[in-house]
């Protein structure tokens, strides 16, 4: 069970690092708190799990999501 | 001529960071698991602990008894996160004060936000988010404030609970109507809130002198109730975290200053 949400972090956070869509990176980063969230429960740190899943899938979004708004969300297609 | 050169670099280092990645996730457990883990400090805590702090939960009385110091940094962290964003808040609304004159920006406000009516804020505030946050913010607070004045209890703790309160005062702030209509999204009482908070911690700190426990001694210590001193700890850091997270996503938001 470890193994698989370690994982499926891996994967969400190297798709935050590829994706050229912003807003898709955010939302991928967020699920990675979440997974976080999840294996601190199983780790049995429940304290650590509160701070993860309110501040890393709640303030966090929130903040990079009004960041984006105020920015432009897709990278120039030059590359 | 520049585009294939950075595209390249940007891939090598995609491909090193994917590496390490990688290669952590596949060894540290099995690292981890071949040496047995350091049990000195866990007895030590299980043993003394709870007669120590008073505290049922043992992480609050590790941060706030025996590690005082590294929660007063934490505070002291947010207080200058938040001095920084300020800052740079306020240096973008004196370059656009200086650098242009249209009416699109009003003086008070700080440079991400638009005047009252063209704020995108505004167009984000449909019924439908008017009813759902201002329905389930008070809830969000009540449940805030239950897991800082529980902390050492039950899971949780300041910190938790005032981030937990930062995003009922989130709530409130996208559900009212009218702005400022609710005192605890004006920005203004929360920055008072803030300040005071943190006065009060170091004043708290600095009461284990006069019981002869120095510096971030507790007071209570001799005392029936030693957990006097983390329950009013935590409710202090809780108010101090909620305040401030909620004030600078407030102020991101364009609601005041």
Redesign the interface.
């Known amino acids: 069970m470890i193994s698989v949400i370690l994982t499926l972090i891996l994967v969400l956070a190297v798709f935050t690092l590829m994706s050229k869509d912003l807003l898709h990176g955010v939302i991928a980063m967020s699920a990675v708190s979440l997974m976080c969230s999840l294996l601190f429960v199983i780790l049995q740190a429940p304290d650590v799990a509160i701070t993860e899943a309110a501040v890393g899938a709640g303030v966090s979004t929130v903040i990079f999501v009004w960041a984006l708004r105020h920015t432009k969300r897709r990278d120039d297609d030059n590359t | 001529m520049t ?1 294939p050169k ?2 390249k670099q940007f891939w090598g280092l ?1 491909t090193t ?2 590496a390490i ?2 290669i952590g ?1 596949v060894l540290l ?1 099995i690292f981890l698991n071949a040496h047995p883990w350091p049990t000195a400090a866990r007895d030590y805590l299980a043993m003394r602990g709870n007669t120590d702090s008073g505290a049922t ?1 043992l ?2 009385a590790i941060y706030l008894g025996y590690r005082v110091f590294d929660t007063f940094g934490e505070t002291i962290v947010l207080l200058v996160s938040v001095l920084g964003t300020m800052g740079i808040l306020t240096r973008v609304e004196s370059l656009v004060d200086a650098s242009s004159d249209d009416e699109h920006t009003i003086g008070t406000v700080s440079g ?1 936000s638009l005047s009252q009516e063209k704020r ?1 804020s505004h167009t984000l505030r449909t019924h439908l988010l008017e009813v759902v946050t201002g329905k389930i913010g008070p809830i969000v607070l009540l449940f805030g404030f239950y ?1 800082m004045l529980y902390g050492h209890v039950s ?3 300041g ?2 609970g005032g ?2 309160l ?2 009922g005062i ?1 709530f409130l702030a996208l559900g009212n109507p009218q702005e400022g209509s609710s005192g605890i999204s004006n920005p203004e009482i929360l920055v008072r809130i803030e300040t005071v908070a943190f006065l009060i911690l170091v004043l708290v700190f600095f009461s284990g002198f006069f019981m002869g426990n120095g510096f971030f001694g507790n007071p209570l210590e001799s005392t029936q109730v030693p957990v006097g001193y983390i329950v009013l700890l935590n409710a202090i850091i809780g108010l101090k975290v909620g305040t401030s ?1 909620g004030f ?2 407030i102020a ?2 364009g609601g005041g200053y």
């Open positions: 585009t950075t595209f995609f960071l994917l990645f990688s996730a457990p939960n992480v609050s991400f995108r897991v899971p949780g703790g910190f938790q981030v937990i930062a995003s989130i997270i600078m996503c991101m938001m």
